[in-house]
């Protein structure tokens, strides 16, 4: 690309480095290119925030959370209010398995900006992944003296998340009504914590929603959301 001559040509810009680092992560799908452009553009700008926050979607991208990790850090204690960054490190811890640290993060978020769908949705869903994994705990014990003496204890125990999960996703849905995914988890919440009326009145919301043809493309994406959400870099 010819943006490269100038490089050649020993001439560094910052505007450079955040072209090439698009080029090579969006037309050319080369997330180490742009990883080491990054690096190369911070070198000779370390001061730069827009630079360290594409290093930090890109370390991320190439699977290196504990780098990402440090250096939202470091932004952080530069620009404590990006509640999209604090998403961004619940969205990284919770990849490390780092629950309680992601859960922290993800309500640094909210605190700074209560209407933020993908902080709500994260959140939720860590607390609704967690009492789904009780269940699937509890449905896992073939014996079933051993699984009527654990049911009732396990069940309590998965519906502690689900409550904490559901005003997320009541949040979730208020703020994005037609989002089948969110539906669809706030319906399976409900039923798990005996709230029939609520969880009859998302199915039928959500039978409404298929009904129309132009729902059918948010059902698409519905069904690859996992969570994961674009990364300013503003």
Do not use: C
């Not at 780092?98 to 993060?105: D, R, T």
């Not at 994260?122 to 705990?137: C, K």
């Amino acid at each position: 690309h010819s943006y490269y001559k100038f490089l050649d040509l020993d001439y560094h810009n910052d505007f450079i480095y955040h072209t090439l680092v698009f080029i090579e992560q969006f037309q050319r799908n080369n997330n180490a290119k742009a990883l080491e452009l990054a690096n190369d553009g911070l070198a000779y700008f370390p001061k730069s925030l827009s630079l360290r926050k594409k290093r930090i979607e890109l370390l991320k991208a190439t699977d290196q959370l504990d780098l990402a990790i440090k250096d939202s850090e470091e932004v952080l204690k530069k620009k404590p209010t990006d509640y999209v960054l604090w998403l961004y490190m619940g969205m990284m811890h919770e990849g490390n398995s780092n629950l309680p640290q992601a859960e922290k993060a993800y309500k640094k978020a909210l605190n700074l900006k209560a209407n933020y769908y993908e902080a709500n949705y994260s959140l939720g869903a860590l607390y609704f992944d967690r009492g789904v994994e009780i269940l699937q705990e509890l449905n896992a014990i073939e014996d079933f003296k051993e699984y009527k003496s654990k049911e009732n204890d396990m069940q309590t125990r998965a519906n502690t998340f689900f409550k904490e999960a559901k005003p997320y996703f009541e949040k979730a849905s208020e703020l994005d009504p037609e989002e089948e995914t969110v539906l669809s988890t706030l319906r399976a919440i409900y039923m798990n914590l005996g709230m029939q009326n609520e969880a009859h009145r998302v199915q039928w919301k959500i039978k409404a929603l298929r009904n129309y043809p132009i729902h059918q493309k948010r059902r698409e994406r519905s069904a690859t959301n996992a969570k994961t959400f674009p990364f300013s870099v503003s």
